[in-house]
């Protein structure tokens, strides 16, 4: 991990703004598409990069806008890494947010960041925060090979079980599914009756598949050597060097999503997701305006 000093904290226009606190990630997914050399990193991806100034930059940023929005993170490495227990750079974020009213999408594979549910939660009252996990597999040892550095689907579950009984709501990303690997009707299954037991209210799916490029892929192939000899000649029969692998069942993966979020009332279209989570209440705005 290294310390450095940001020039801006934030992406986007007023609609919406975007955050990373750190570059790299040490959660060790062997699909990660963060690494792809396209992103230019210019250090090892587990060579975390510290935005240490975040809080200052994030403080300074967010008291010269007028209009709240919503704001996202986590899309590009983990907020919740485990360097992030000693750093708390994402609590003191969470807390700059709070303070300025503005609301929060905030993604993550780790159940550290239960750590910061009572600031979730304060910012669910105020604004909004909705909490993304991410859930691909939900046999633990697969589990354990194809998200190695961080805790295991039955435990984000929990996350997500915790979140429900604050009332904060959640978007689960299914996403990627594993062509041979956990690309199954039971996998796709499993999560979904969780999904629906603990109110979640939409799922994110990109196809039901994977996407690999330069950088990532390399990684992804010698992961496949070491755990699942053969796969790889198999992958490059079926794919060649294309950026998108659809599961050879993704169209009936598909319908299985599909079918059971209709049943229970859960948004499946990805669009609307975004949306949902893009988007500041009315109500909220309303109320500022009279505040500011
Ligand atoms: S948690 Fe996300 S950013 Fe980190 S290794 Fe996994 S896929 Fe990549």
Redesign the pocket.
């Known amino acids: 991990m290294h310390l450095i000093d940001a020039k801006g904290i934030l992406t986007g226009n007023g609609g919406r703004y975007g955050m990373n606190i750190y570059r790299g990630?040490?959660?060790?997914?062997i699909?990660?598409?963060?690494?792809s050399t396209c992103y230019h990193f210019t250090h090892p991806f587990e060579d975390i990069e510290v935005k240490q100034n975040a809080p200052d930059l994030l403080e300074k940023a967010l008291r010269s806008k007028r209009r709240r929005c919503m704001i996202g993170t986590g899309s590009?490495?983990?907020p919740y890494?485990h360097c992030e227990e000693k750093l708390q750079l994402t609590r003191r974020c969470l807390e700059i947010i709070l303070q300025n009213g503005f609301g929060v999408a905030i993604q993550?594979?780790s159940d550290l960041i239960l750590r910061d549910i009572d600031l979730l939660d304060e910012i669910n009252r105020t604004a909004k925060c909705v909490v993304q996990i991410?859930l691909t597999t939900y046999d633990d040892r697969l589990c354990s090979i194809v998200?190695p550095?961080?805790c295991n689907t039955k435990e984000r579950i929990k996350v997500l079980e915790k979140m429900q009984e604050r009332g904060i709501p959640t978007v689960v990303w299914m996403t990627p599914i594993l062509p041979f690997i956990n690309d199954t009707a039971e996998n796709i299954t499993a999560i979904l009756e969780e999904c629906a037991r603990v109110g979640t209210k939409g799922i994110i799916d990109f196809g039901m598949g994977l996407t690999l490029r330069e950088g990532d892929r390399e990684y992804y192939y010698a992961a496949l050597d070491r755990h699942f000899p053969g796969l790889r000649d198999q992958y490059i029969r079926q794919y060649g060097n294309s950026y998108e692998l659809p599961s050879p069942n993704a169209a009936a993966l598909r319908t299985v999503l599909r079918g059971f979020c209709r049943k229970h009332g859960i948004m499946c279209d990805p669009d609307e997701c975004f949306s949902y989570m893009n988007e500041l209440p009315e109500r909220y705005q309303q109320t500022s305006l009279f505040d500011s």
């Open positions: 990630c040490t959660h060790g997914c699909y990660c598409d963060s690494r590009m490495s983990d890494m993550t594979k991410t998200e550095n961080v």
